[in-house]
């Protein structure tokens, strides 16, 4: 490429140089889905490893979170910085760029969605609720969630991306002009465990990259705090950069080379939230170790103290469950769905004092769990395992059902981040899975 901008501060851009697994690679193997995955499915990680084996694999760069809390978890963050090294000496991965790579991913629903992967400006991103950045959260961030992410980093020579930034671009601006070019095919890969297909595209000529910044700055318009980049997928990933970032910056000696320091950046795959690709799905909820009779008069209670209305109702199955709360939904009335081995129940709480089921549900949540020190959450993503693990003794799972894409971005400017794990961009599957690399070490 001939050398072309490489900082767009106005917009947060940056044009990355890439590191890329060589072409005899298995892509198959080496693409993994993101860590902060199938978290109560410890099968699904150990299908991978038998998959990959001892082949080159960001498996063995990136730390499930299935295991971030295990015994083994400090030798297994030495293992992965240690083989970021070998890769790098073994000539594993190539060089590319400096430019972006336009990706076309083809989910597990069969369905193509547009992607740009490119680097921002962890300086222009604040992830506090009323942040008034270009680059925002959109769901709240757990500052306990950051130590672990933010020590797998620390000494890592090599970034992964699987975060994915959303922007508001109804007249398909930015992304999808850029395949009426024909740029070189940088790979072209079948990706394990149902999770599609994926191609990627060199975009390196300073012209095009050029018109994609000034698309970009059209979009951010004359407001004054333009939301224009709105974390979609792991925004605790880009929120440990940031934190990370901010104790670097503090050891570079000169100022001026603050922004050449390679971890000042952080790559993310933009998508359009108007691709037609793209789904937003709902995040539902997972309590272990639960009595249903117990945690119902709990639920009673909590919303009838905060003054509003509470009943629940049996229903004939999951289908049945899932079209009520269609059909009942209202903005003075939310309702989500229960599931346990003994029934499929739809809440019904009156009179919320949130503007989002999953913050009615997670204030809940989070008050139960505080005073039940035995009973364990989790998130998950896809109607079927709700269902498969909600109906197990001593769990019960909570369906929440999806908000409008629409109008997102207008939520976020108007009420700032959505509670924690509110969506998710598509099912499981249909994440991100690893593929580029890039030092952020110098």
């Known amino acids: 490429m001939i050398e072309g901008k490489r900082h767009f501060d106005d917009i947060g851009l940056h044009v990355p140089t890439l590191l890329l697994p060589r072409p005899d690679i298995d892509l198959t193997k080496w693409a993994v889905i993101a860590c902060d995955q199938y978290t109560s499915q410890p099968e699904y990680w150990e299908q991978v490893a038998e998959i990959v084996g001892t082949s080159p694999s960001t498996f063995h760069l990136v730390l499930p979170e299935v ?40 989910t597990s629903h069969g369905i193509s969605r547009k992607g740009l992967l490119v680097a921002l400006d962890l300086e222009q991103y604040d992830y506090a609720r009323d942040a008034q950045t270009i680059i925002r959260a959109t769901e709240g961030t757990v500052l306990e969630r950051l130590p672990p992410r933010i020590h797998v980093r620390k000494k890592a020579c090599l970034e992964i991306p699987h975060i994915m930034v959303l922007i508001d671009d109804p007249e398909h601006t930015v992304i999808e002009p850029l395949f009426r070019h024909a740029f070189p095919k940088l790979y072209d890969a079948p990706l394990m465990l149902g999770g599609g297909h994926v ?22 318009g004359t407001r004054q705090h333009p939301l224009l980049y709105a974390i979609g997928d792991g925004n605790h990933s880009l929120a440990a950069a940031k934190m990370l970032w901010e104790t670097i910056k503090k050891t570079v000696p000169d100022p001026e080379l603050v922004s050449e320091h390679p971890a000042r950046y952080a790559l993310v795959e933009l998508v359009n939230i108007h691709d037609g690709g793209l789904a937003f799905e709902p995040i539902h909820r997972i309590l272990f ?7 119902a008069k709990a639920m009673r209670d909590f919303y009838r103290r905060q003054g509003s209305g509470f009943s629940m109702a049996a229903c004939d199955g999951f289908d049945a469950l899932k079209q009520r ?12 769905g229960c599931i346990s081995e003994h029934a499929y129940s739809i809440i019904t709480v009156t009179n919320p004092p949130y ?25 998950i993503h896809g109607d079927d395992t709700l269902e498969k693990i909600g109906v197990q003794p001593g769990n019960i799972g909570f369906y929440l059902p999806p908000i409008d894409k629409h109008s997102f971005f207008t939520t976020i400017m108007l009420d700032g981040a ?7 961009m598509g099912d499981a599957n249909d994440k991100r899975f690893y593929l580029e690399c890039r030092k952020i070490i110098p």
């Not at 000496?89 to 430019?99: D, F, H, N, S, T």
């Not at 191609?199 to 951010?220: F, M, N, Q, S």
């Open 67 to 106: 295991y971030l809390e295990t015994p083994h978890g400090e030798r297994l963050i030495h293992k992965i910085n240690r083989t970021m090294q070998e890769y790098l000496a073994q000539g594993i991965l190539v060089e590319y760029g400096p430019g972006f790579v336009l990706i076309d991913r083809i």
């Open 289 to 295: 170790n639960v009595g249903f009779q117990a945690t």
């Open 199 to 220: 191609k990627g595209y060199g975009v390196t000529d300073p012209v095009i990259i050029e018109e994609i910044a000034t698309a970009l700055r059209a979009l951010a």
């Open 355 to 379: 503007n989002l089921e999953a913050e009615t549900l997670q204030v809940f949540l989070d008050t139960f769990i505080a005073r039940h020190y035995d009973v364990k959450i989790d998130y």
């Open 325 to 336: 709360i269609r059909e009942e939904r209202h903005e003075n009335r939310h309702c989500f």
């Open 418 to 424: 959505l509670p924690r794990k509110t969506f998710s």
